[in-house]
């Protein structure tokens, strides 16, 4: 295993520390800014500009599990891994246009209130625990776990001691700043982030001889964005049909990535930051496939979930293994700090306030959304090493098999809610409770008792179908309960104030469909 430890010099551990300063410098002054005008640490009151929205999404989306699974799949299958970012074009668009305009008219902090609104105090309950869960198992658990893996690939160190780590320093920079302190150093640590990957495919590509020696030396096939349905990594009906299941649930409705938005100043200040986040995906090609593919051309022999980390300590001078380290450490404050301040959020807005004690002051509210987020990264450290212990698996595959599994009951309902004023509140909560069950059940199955790789049993389809057939039941059997039901009372969210959409969302969102489907075109 190649460690960076080994070639980590003063110089690297300088840049480090000076990092780290800063990193506590800009949270202490959002924080004490916040306590100045007596904010809570939630939706930053309302005060994000669309580049603090767009970062910080981006941040949250891309984690320390994008630096290892884009390479990863750059390294075995070349460029096909980037049909989720840029399909996920479509379901920002469908943030910007049709539920951000919703949730802003609404004024709600979190999706769980926005539902409790449409169908009333049982959905918002049942909803409140399942975000709480969804974000404790996907967003920190996942997080925790593929940065405990970095660093284990960085310092040799076990899982456990790594989760630690990470977790403490990025629970410590939550519980002073909160939102504002998160989306204000985001912005700063994504840039980072750009930097040093482009430094990384630049000197891959000098190291190959230019990018028409990569492509001759590489597969054709790494250069397909839509493979064949025999594909066994990236089959098209799986991408078409199944991954939209997960992107609605993701973009549209986690609160992880919708909280940004309920911050924004203003509805287009929250369109125009899901537009940057549209353009920020598009990067995700050269910033971390690219270094995977060139991994390939330079170190065939190396493992393929180390990709990124071969390239970082075979090719990278003193100094810039400094910079590598701060952007681990960027990616992870970025994931963990979003999650954990939507953990609190959600639990303390929806739980404590709504069913515990609803004239609690702001005071106290911070007070309980601290003490969730200690309980957050107690709860995250096991449930990462827990995921430590999943055999024959690859981290996509754990990645995206547990989004897929989370992701069915909260798609079916939430685009019925916007979509059909059919829908009933007995259908909804059948669908989040039941319907929920069935899902994660299906998933425990799939993971952990009759894994894929090994079962002698039966053939699992790939995960995104599975995610598919999943929502396809939920939203049949939702339809028909609806159906068989009373015609529901017109909602408590009047239509009429939804704001319009600016001609100027609507011609950047045009541009950047138009550059996607150059994308398509050329590869």
């Given at each position: ?70 390479a990863m799949i750059g390294f075995t299958t070349g460029i096909t891994g980037a049909n989720v970012e840029l399909y996920a074009f479509l379901f920002l668009l469908l943030l910007t246009m049709v539920f951000a305009p919703r949730y802003i008219a609404s004024k709600v902090a979190t999706m769980p ?91 891959g590509l000098q190291h190959v001889g230019g990018f028409s020696e990569l492509m001759a030396k590489t597969p054709a096939g790494y250069w397909e964005l839509i493979k064949p349905a025999s594909d066994p990594d990236f089959p098209w009906p799986a991408v078409l049909l199944g991954y939209p299941v ?278």
């Amino acid at each position: 295993m190649n460690k960076i430890y080994d070639k980590i010099t003063g110089i690297d551990l300088a840049i480090v520390a000076v990092y780290l300063i800063a990193l506590l410098v800009i949270g202490y002054l959002a924080s004490f800014s916040a306590r100045k005008k007596n904010e809570t640490l939630f939706l930053a009151n309302k005060s994000l500009n669309w580049y603090n929205i767009g970062f910080n999404m981006w941040g949250t989306n891309v984690g320390p599990s994008s630096l290892l699974t884009f390479a990863m799949i750059g390294f075995t299958t070349g460029i096909t891994g980037a049909n989720v970012e840029l399909y996920a074009f479509l379901f920002l668009l469908l943030l910007t246009m049709v539920f951000a305009p919703r949730y802003i008219a609404s004024k709600v902090a979190t999706m769980p209130e926005y539902m409790g609104k449409l169908f009333g105090d049982s959905t918002q309950n049942i909803l409140a625990w399942y975000a709480l869960v969804k974000i404790l198992v996907s967003w920190l658990s996942l997080g925790l776990f593929s940065g405990g893996v970095l660093v284990r690939q960085i310092l040799g160190i076990p899982m456990w001691q790594s989760a630690i780590v990470l977790v403490a320093f990025s629970g410590l920079f939550t519980f002073a700043g909160g939102l504002k302190a998160i989306a204000r150093v985001n912005v700063f640590q994504m840039l980072l982030l750009i930097t040093v990957s482009i430094i990384i495919s630049v000197v891959g590509l000098q190291h190959v001889g230019g990018f028409s020696e990569l492509m001759a030396k590489t597969p054709a096939g790494y250069w397909e964005l839509i493979k064949p349905a025999s594909d066994p990594d990236f089959p098209w009906p799986a991408v078409l049909l199944g991954y939209p299941v997960a992107a609605v649930a993701f973009f549209c409705t986690d609160q992880a990535m919708v909280q940004s938005v309920l911050g924004a100043k203003n509805l287009q200040q929250g369109q125009l930051g899901v537009n940057l986040i549209g353009w920020l995906k598009v990067l995700a090609l050269p910033l971390f496939i690219l270094p995977g593919i060139l991994c390939f051309v330079l170190f065939p022999t190396a493992q393929p979930d180390e990709a990124y980390m071969t390239m970082v300590t075979q090719l990278l001078p003193t100094g810039v293994i400094g910079l590598v380290i701060c952007v681990l450490i960027a990616v992870l404050v970025a994931t963990i700090g979003s999650s954990l301040n939507a953990l609190s959020t959600v639990f303390t807005n929806d739980i404590y306030v709504k069913k515990m004690n609803p004239e609690a002051s702001v005071k106290k509210q911070i007070q309980v959304g601290r003490i969730v987020v200690v309980a957050g990264c107690v709860i995250a450290v096991l449930m990462a090493i827990a995921l430590d212990n999943v055999k024959g698996q690859s981290l996509f595959y754990i990645f995206q098999s547990i989004l897929g599994f989370l992701a069915p009951s909260l798609s079916v309902v939430f685009l019925l809610a916007v979509f059909w004023k059919r829908l009933t509140r007995l259908a909804v909560n059948f669908t989040l409770s039941w319907g929920s069950v069935f899902s994660l059940t299906v998933g425990l199955i799939y993971l952990w008792i009759l894994p894929k790789d090994g079962n002698p049993y039966f053939t699992w389809p790939h995960p995104f179908m599975i995610s598919f057939y999943i929502f396809a039941i939920l939203f049949v059997l939702a339809i028909i309960i609806s159906l068989l039901g009373k015609v529901p009372e017109p909602k408590t969210i009047d239509a009429e104030a939804i704001p319009p959409t600016s001609n100027k969302v609507k011609w950047l969102f045009g541009l950047l469909g138009v550059v996607i489907l150059i994308i398509y075109f050329i590869f």
